[in-house]
């Protein structure tokens, strides 16, 4: 397979799950006859049942997992695995990393898994470059064969105490956390976060939630929205939340010079967040597209973020009687400096 990507790296690149799960399939047909192996016993099930690709009459099985990036990590199959082919004793992982120059890794599949991410359900994150003793499984002192076995409530509460138990040690105050969209299986404390780590959040709020801008109509339900979805998609909790967009006062200067009303300090957040909010508006995450299909109104153009990002800004602050007369679109034109 790696053989073929020479010279296709454009082809490979852009190419879909369905098409590398198609590609895997049809490489297995093709070399079968070479390792004497019935071609007819090779079926893709492709996402109905775990594993992709079944063996017959040979207690093996393929995960096809692949990622656009230049990486050799990306989420995998729920921990339940509720839709295990019950023939399959033994699976292996094949691979396909689909960014920078494409290639393709096969090895077994617990040796492959370095730990357990939260997306709807507890999820495998996979590592194809990981060492055999740091996977997942020697971590939590078991093995994948005796654990997939467990049921579904054993194999929750095992892994719920391993992270228990690894918190304790490092003495940290963190608990796991299985519900909701999170990619993070500790609760932990905003806080505790790095300067850079609570710009790139406060940017995407400013950017996500018109509500933080409830200075005058509505105020009692400003935050609601954004520390569900702090929690969900972070697993981070605020105890002062109000402190993160009005600690520090108010903003009494724009560009040098000496406003007569003094701005409320999320305006002057959200202008010296300009540079910041423009760069993910023009080139937006997965994340971040998902979260404005969520929170923003369905009017929205998907060709022109920034524009109706401006627009909704500038509606929100019409609606306030403290922010009515503020000129916010000539100021975030201008990329207006605050001072406070």
């Known amino acids: 397979m790696n053989e073929k990507t020479n010279g296709k790296t454009e082809f490979y690149n852009k190419m879909k799950p369905s098409e590398v799960e198609q590609l895997s399939y049809d490489s297995m047909v093709e070399v079968a006859p070479s390792v004497d192996f019935p071609k007819e016993r090779i079926e893709l099930i492709s996402g109905h049942v775990f594993p992709d690709i079944l063996l017959h009459e040979t207690k093996y099985g393929v995960e096809i997992k692949s990622t656009q990036k230049d990486s050799w990590t990306s989420t995998g ?57 740091n996977n997942i499984f020697s971590l939590m002192k078991t093995n994948y064969d005796e654990f997939r076995q467990l049921n579904e409530a054993d194999k929750i509460s095992q892994v719920r105490q391993y992270y228990i ?82 600690a520090g006062g108010s903003y009494h200067y724009i560009n040098g010079q000496k406003l007569e009303h003094p701005y409320p300090h999320i305006v002057g957040d959200l202008l010296n967040s300009l540079p910041r909010i423009k760069k993910m508006l023009k080139d937006p995450d997965y994340m971040l597209m998902k979260n404005i299909e969520e929170f923003w109104d369905p009017k929205y153009d998907r060709n022109d973020l920034l524009s109706s990002w401006v627009n909704m800004i500038e509606d929100k602050f019409k609606s306030q009687a403290e922010l009515k007369d503020i000129p916010i679109r000539e100021l975030i034109e201008m990329e207006a400096i605050a001072e406070i």
């Open 165 to 246: 138990e690894k918190a304790k040690a490092k003495g940290k105050y963190e608990m796991p956390w299985w519900m909701g969209g999170t990619t993070n299986v500790n609760l932990s404390f905003y806080a505790d976060l790095d300067i850079e780590e609570k710009r790139e959040i406060e940017t995407r709020a400013l950017i996500l939630f018109e509500s933080l801008f409830n200075v005058s109509k509505d105020r009692q339900n400003k935050y609601k929205t954004f520390s569900l979805w702090l929690c969900t998609n972070y697993s981070l909790l605020c105890t002062n939340m109000r402190d993160l967009f009005t």
């Open 77 to 133: 199959s729920s921990i339940v695995e509720s839709t295990r082919d019950a023939d399959t004793e033994r699976v292996y992982m094949l691979f396909a990393k689909l960014g920078g120059t494409p290639e393709f890794r096969c090895k077994p599949y617990q040796q492959c898994l370095s730990n357990i991410a939260v997306t709807h359900a507890p999820r495998y994150l996979i590592d194809m470059e990981l060492d055999e003793k």
